[in-house]
């Protein structure tokens, strides 16, 4: 008898609002018969709240990507990118605000903290799906390794606790003998990365570039490192080979600018298609040169 009902309804002049075609969502068309049936063919008053549910336009929750080490050189970059593809992003420092001064800098929102505190992280991840981390230093061998990596250790940490789907790290190439002369930097970049291909072996990137040119702010001046950067991309992007001499061989290692840096990251935090692993600098230049689907 229902059945009967409802589809002379359908077949009907009926009103608008009983239209299925009417409704993109079926469960909303649904209540709508449902509505209809039990008040008669009259106007309701308390339609309103349903005719404004079908008005509106379902917006999909934003990504909210919070980047570690925003105020500085790659990281600022990556800030930017994140911004300019709607994301909704934040950052941490020491201060819990920006050193930068830029426009761009208020539209993140920033968090206190330390990463050699992991306590004080919990507020910054509240809500995030994915997190980058740019955070690295030099000095001496303890410090780079607690920089480098006892630092992103805790975030890693903290992020898989969290219930963060993706984090992505800023690491950096092999350079063979370098590697020797700053130990604390290479193994804690090492150890990062190994904590975060445990944890996330699913969600996690690894980009090791080697130099990265581009503009860098030194307080107040500005370090035109894409002067000489550029040039040696240019010559050694060809060169790959020339990568597996002995010794000498990670010093051919073609430079990439940060912007590209800044695409892939950005897009390996948000990506679900984008692999887990190690991306080195040819894929960097790569992906950066992709559209993504």
């Not at 980047?67 to 990281?75: A, E, I, M, Q």
Request: with cysteine; glycine share 10%.
């Amino acid at each position: 008898m229902m059945k009967t009902i409802i589809s002379r309804l359908l077949h009907s002049q009926s009103p608008p609002f009983l239209k299925p075609h009417c409704y993109r969502d079926s469960s909303l068309f649904a209540a709508r018969i449902g509505r209809f049936l039990s008040t008669g063919s009259e106007k309701v008053d308390g339609s309103s709240k349903l005719e404004e549910a079908e008005r509106e336009e379902f917006t999909p929750p934003r990504e909210k990507l919070l980047v570690l080490g925003g105020n500085g050189f790659v990281g600022s970059h990556i800030c930017i990118e994140a911004l300019a593809h709607g994301l909704n992003v934040s950052s941490l420092s020491r201060s819990g605000k920006s050193s930068l001064h830029d426009p761009w800098a208020n539209d993140i929102v920033w968090h206190q903290g330390d990463l050699l505190s992991p306590d004080s992280l919990g507020n910054a991840l509240n809500g995030v799906t994915s997190v980058i981390s740019c955070v690295g230093g030099f000095g001496s061998n303890s410090y780079m390794y607690d920089i480098n990596g006892t630092a992103n250790i805790n975030a890693i940490r903290a992020a898989s606790k969290q219930g963060v789907k993706r984090f992505v790290y800023i690491s950096a190439a092999d350079f063979g003998l370098v590697n020797y002369l700053l130990k604390g930097y290479f193994a804690g970049k090492r150890s990062t990365e190994t904590e975060l291909l445990d944890k996330f072996q699913h969600g996690g990137a690894i980009l090791r570039p080697g130099f990265i040119h581009g503009t860098r702010r030194v307080g107040s001046v500005h370090l035109p490192l894409s002067i000489i950067g550029a040039p040696l991309e240019m010559v050694l992007r060809h060169a790959k080979p020339l990568t597996r001499l002995p010794l000498i061989g990670p010093l051919f290692i073609p430079p990439v600018n940060v912007t590209s840096v800044a695409k892939v990251a950005v897009r390996a935090a948000v990506d679900p298609a984008f692999p887990s692993g190690v991306v080195d600098v040819y894929g960097i230049r790569q992906y950066s040169q992709q559209n993504p689907a």
